[in-house]
């Protein structure tokens, strides 16, 4: 059996691109950054990264990509959103400008900078059973004005949640189908198992 390697793209608008990038370069994938429609048709899955999603979602519409990665996430393109990017795949969004729209595809609704905007980054460790050794060896989960899940549909499973701390039960990492967004940001730590999983989650639905 040959096995062609897939090709992930990164939209690349706005916010930490490079350093989704490398980690998909580290894990021997085949990375691109997505700027143009023609892009989104030429690609097996999507990365949307963290970074500002009221300005991700304005670049998004100026560079005509809305339609067409609604169209690929709808027809089961598999996506990894991290922070802004899990509010870009969110299908309702708590407490927005009502001008503010997303790409959708999770069942969630999201709260943006839910941890309050005093709190505007810090660490946590999280146990995620998903990923290798995720029950015996926690992730170290980097937070950065960032989202939580408010609620969840039937078919949203829960991947992680804040373990203590005022914040503890809030879910933030969840995975639906082929799309799985984070709360945090694993781009930022050395730590690629959260990019593993997606890659590995690529490798089983792409034929
Ligand atoms: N608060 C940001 C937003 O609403 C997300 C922050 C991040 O991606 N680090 O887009």
């Known amino acids: 059996m040959s096995e062609s390697p897939v090709r992930i793209g990164v939209l690349a608008l706005q916010g930490d691109v490079r350093e989704h990038l490398r980690v998909l370069g580290e894990l021997g994938a085949v990375a691109v950054g997505v700027r143009r429609p023609a892009e989104v048709e030429s690609i097996d899955a999507l990365?949307?990264?963290?970074?500002?999603?009221?300005?991700?979602?304005?670049?998004?519409?100026?560079f005509d990509l809305q339609e067409p990665l609604r169209k690929r996430l709808a027809g089961g393109m598999p996506a990894y959103g991290s922070c802004a990017g899990m509010i870009m795949l969110a299908d309702r969004l708590a407490d927005a400008r009502p001008d503010q729209e997303t790409l959708g595809g999770l069942d969630i609704t999201v709260r943006r900078n839910a941890f309050g905007r005093q709190v505007d980054s810090f660490e946590h460790d999280l146990h995620m059973p998903a990923l290798r050794d995720g029950v015996r060896d926690p992730l170290r989960a980097v937070f950065i004005r960032a989202p939580w899940v408010e609620d969840l549909g039937p078919q949203v499973e829960v991947l992680a949640r804040v373990e203590e701390g005022e914040a503890a039960g809030r879910v933030?990492?969840?995975?639906?189908?082929?799309?799985?967004?984070?709360?945090?940001?694993p781009e930022v730590t050395r730590d690629a198992r959260v990019h593993e999983y997606f890659v590995g989650l690529v490798r089983r639905v792409v034929p």
């Not at 990365?47 to 100026?62: F, N, Y």
């Not at 990492?173 to 945090?184: D, E, K, L, P």
């Open 47 to 62: 990365i949307i990264p963290g970074g500002e999603s009221t300005t991700m979602d304005k670049l998004v519409r100026a």
């Open 172 to 185: 933030v990492a969840v995975r639906q189908g082929n799309i799985v967004a984070t709360s945090f940001h």
